[in-house]
């Protein structure tokens, strides 16, 4: 039989096996992205989770506002830290990690370290079964591309959603904004404007001129006519003056968790492969489309729901830049 989630003894807590997500990856969309799939392990096979490099963005969401190492199943009698403590506790992390990656050798020491990379995705179920017969506590996890299963979603994805839910706080500014907008439109499209970084990124792979995603904003409009369809434009460049051509546009937010919100209520998304509306489009259950190809033709069947959340990117990229 499992342990409740919500009642840990001291006992056991001591013999529970601990993950520990050690490091920084990326900004906001990759850390929840992260974060989520170790939620799912952590739900699937009973362990704890401890999550010192989700620290800034600890105070944006409901499970992790008030927990010292984004604790899950979260200590009810915890208080928030401050980021101070926050970072030093990453550090003290940090430090830890280095000094277990020589003592994981040894496998009688109880610790182990596993490591992914842009070319290297690993399944967090294999990870399981290969650790599944060794004595292990504590299990340090650097890198993004750990996967969990699309089941363990279909079972723990609520509990997921509930835990990385943001404060009420943020989401009423979010809504209201969505809600305005909804009230002119029947369609409402979140577009992931995404420049700044994607020059470079992949070596520029999903790096897309304002022209390219108005070409794409013109083809859902005519997808969905004779339904009128409004879109919100969640960018890190300026794009009034270039985008609008007869369009219903809106500024997002503008904030990083305000736009993560607002994606996540729109209707439908589109965007280049992005962990960021990943996230969105997986947290609201809203369909997406992630631009990788924009010469091919959209379809209402081009917009999908995700069975869980990625940013669409595959080991292969990872020799582009």
């Not at 996967?147 to 959603?161: A, Q």
């Not at 965007?271 to 091919?296: D, Q, R």
């Amino acid at each position: 039989m499992k342990c409740s989630h919500s009642e840990h003894s001291t006992s056991t807590q001591l013999l529970q096996k601990t993950i520990i997500i050690s490091k920084k990856t990326g900004r906001l969309g990759n850390r929840l992205q992260l974060y989520a799939h170790w939620l799912a392990f952590a739900l699937e096979k009973d362990v704890r989770l401890l999550n010192p490099a989700f620290a800034e963005y600890s105070l944006f969401f409901q499970g992790t506002a008030d927990q010292r190492w984004g604790k899950f199943p979260k200590d009810p009698e915890a208080v928030s830290p401050s980021e101070a403590s926050r970072d030093w506790i990453y550090w003290s992390n940090r430090a830890a990690y280095k000094l277990a990656k020589p003592l994981a050798i040894s496998k009688n020491a109880g610790l182990r370290v596993a490591r992914a990379q842009s070319s290297k995705f690993i399944q967090t179920d294999s990870l399981w079964n290969e650790f599944i017969q060794e004595s292990w506590n504590i299990l340090f996890t650097q890198g993004l591309h750990f996967y969990s299963p699309g089941e363990w979603f279909v079972r723990h994805g609520d509990t997921i959603r509930s835990f990385l839910a943001p404060l009420n706080g943020y989401q009423e500014k979010a809504t209201q904004l969505v809600t305005q907008i909804k009230s002119r439109a029947d369609v409402l499209v979140g577009v992931h404007l995404r420049q700044t970084d994607y020059q470079e990124f992949v070596g520029g792979r999903f790096f897309y001129s304002l022209n390219q995603y108005l070409m794409k904003m013109l083809e859902i409009r005519e997808l969905y006519h004779p339904r009128s369809c409004a879109f919100l434009i969640c960018s890190d460049v300026s794009w009034e003056g270039s985008l609008e051509q007869d369009l219903q546009c809106f500024s997002g937010p503008g904030t990083v968790i305000g736009d993560l919100i607002a994606l996540s209520k729109c209707d439908l998304i589109l965007g280049p492969p992005s962990t960021f509306s990943g996230w969105a489009a997986w947290y609201g259950k809203v369909p997406i489309h992630f631009l990788e190809n924009p010469t091919i033709s959209l379809a209402l069947d081009s917009f999908q729901i995700l069975p869980y959340p990625h940013g669409a990117f595959r080991e292969e990229y990872a020799s582009l830049g």
